[in-house]
């Protein structure tokens, strides 16, 4: 079969903007037998940046047991793209916060968070994390990380369930898939925005209301049990 393979020197910035031309040459390129995707950049950097997301290994308390239970064989978060999770904060792209955070650890766990780079995020896995949990009333705990770093999702239980982890990731997923990569989430701060000391999103697009897992859908949980018996 012969390929023709059609002569595109240049697009004006007006036709490139205008879906009827690309639509037209993408069209002259099927004829031709060349295989064509057309879509956002913003959009593919976001489906990888989603679906490779590495947690700091970072657990306090008790909740860390349940971060550790989501990624062995019986739930395995690897499907989702959450297996790497890494010891230096410079090489991860989220905290997991699971656990209790003291007013001792409290510099240690916003250094971490300064460490990491742009764009970063938060999960507050537990009570302890969200509000000091069972110990809100003493002197020596943090009554919420959100005192110290923005949080993106908020995962609530005393323990949270696996279902629930996992839930939360996704959401945390969905999130990064609709932000804007270039001149967004990952602009270089100004010497003004570094002294503001908040991420790159707050600065973007303001303060995001975070999202909170209040119930994990019955249909997830099934299609979980489903995924697990037919991996069997």
């Known amino acids: ?58 657990a306090t308390s008790c909740c860390g047991i349940e971060f550790m239970s989501v990624g062995c064989a019986r739930y395995d978060f690897a499907r ?19 656990g209790t955070i003291t007013h001792k650890m409290a510099p240690a766990f916003k250094r971490l968070y300064d460490e990491m780079a742009e764009p970063k995020y938060v999960i507050a896995v537990g009570g302890c994390a969200i509000s000091g949990g069972p110990f809100k009333s003493s002197y020596h705990v943090v009554k919420g990380i959100e005192e110290i ?13 696996p279902e629930a982890i996992m839930y939360g990731m996704m959401q945390l997923q969905r999130k990064v898939k609709i932000e804007k990569f270039f001149g967004g989430a990952n602009h270089k701060q ?7 000391g908040v991420s790159n999103e707050a600065i973007t697009y303001g303060w995001k209301k975070p999202i909170v897992v209040t119930d994990v859908p019955e249909d997830f949980v099934e299609e979980l049990k489903i995924n697990k018996e037919d991996a069997k």
Request: charged share 30%.
């Open 190 to 196: 100004t010497p003004e925005e570094r002294e503001l």
């Open 1 to 58: 079969m012969e390929v023709r393979k059609p002569k595109i020197k240049s697009i004006p910035y007006d036709e490139f903007k205008d879906n009827e031309t690309l639509e037209k040459i993408v069209e002259e390129l099927h004829e031709g037998g060349v295989n064509v995707i057309t879509g956002s950049l913003d959009q593919l950097i976001n489906w990888g940046r989603a679906n490779s997301l590495w947690s700091l290994t970072f």
């Open 149 to 161: 770093v923005p949080v993106d999702v908020f995962i609530p239980g005393c323990p949270p369930r």
């Open 80 to 98: 989702f793209g959450f297996e790497v999770t890494r010891n230096s904060p410079r090489q991860a792209d989220l905290i997991m916060c699971a």
